[in-house]
């Protein structure tokens, strides 16, 4: 539901970030059906050595980083230049990395959170939860990040308050709800239409 600015039809990218098994891929696929758009899995956009080396336990580097902030960044520019919203699920754990997701808006000026089409929401829950989450689902096979790495995860998760990051308490809040709130959140900015 755009409004008057005439930015407000290129789409909006609303990317669910937090630490592995806080619930964001969950988040993002149901904000996708709520908002009737497309839906970008990060990790989808993992080379095989990224999740080889990550379900051996070795947190990657920034150059392991690097190609697959870039891909997810195109795949997301894509759907922005297409005047698409997108819900997007990405850890984007750091603010640099944020920022490479950010420039899939042709338009964005770094700093300029405000009026940039990609926005972030935030998933946090307690570690305990986090770690019991990922080792039922690492022993279950459904994912290749193990509980090893949720230290690392938590250690980089940064979020500066200026960036304008909206955070939610995935233990105390249910999806549904977070889905709920977020398209109210956004919906000014959606290039989708959806109802009050």
């Given at each position: 539901?755009a409004?008057s600015?005439?930015l ?5 990218a ?6 592995s098994g806080?619930g964001?891929s ?5 904000l ?5 758009c497309?839906?970008i899995?990060a990790?989808d956009?993992?080379s095989?050595?990224n999740?080889?080396?990550m379900?051996?336990?070795?947190p ?10 870039e ?11 297409g ?5 997007v699920s ?5 603010l640099?990395?944020?920022?490479v997701l950010?420039a899939?808006?042709?338009?964005y ?5 405000a009026?940039c089409?990609?926005?972030?929401v ?6 305990e939860?986090?770690?019991?989450r ?12 193990p509980?090893?790495?949720l230290?690392?995860?938590?250690d980089?998760?940064q ?9 939610f308490?995935?233990?105390t809040?249910?999806p549904?709800?977070i ?11 959606l ?5 009050s």
């Amino acid at each position: 539901m755009a409004g008057s600015d005439p930015l407000a039809y290129q789409g909006l990218a609303i990317v669910v970030m937090g630490v592995s098994g806080c619930g964001k891929s969950t988040v993002a696929a149901m904000l996708a059906e709520a908002l009737g758009c497309s839906f970008i899995e990060a990790d989808d956009y993992h080379s095989q050595a990224n999740k080889a080396k990550m379900s051996e336990g070795i947190p990657l580097s920034d150059a392991d980083r690097a190609p697959w902030l870039e891909s997810l960044r195109d795949a997301i520019r894509e759907r922005l230049d297409g005047g698409e919203d997108v819900a997007v699920s990405c850890s984007a754990l750091q603010l640099r990395y944020r920022d490479v997701l950010r420039a899939a808006d042709r338009g964005y000026e770094p700093g300029e959170y405000a009026t940039c089409r990609v926005r972030f929401v935030c998933l946090r829950a307690s570690a305990e939860v986090i770690a019991e989450r990922m080792l039922r689902r690492s022993t279950e096979g459904k994912h290749f990040m193990p509980a090893s790495l949720l230290r690392s995860q938590l250690d980089l998760l940064q979020i500066d308050a200026t960036e304008g990051v909206t955070e939610f308490d995935a233990t105390t809040v249910r999806p549904g709800d977070i889905v709920l709130d977020t398209v109210a959140l956004f919906r000014e900015e959606l290039a989708s239409t959806v109802p009050s």
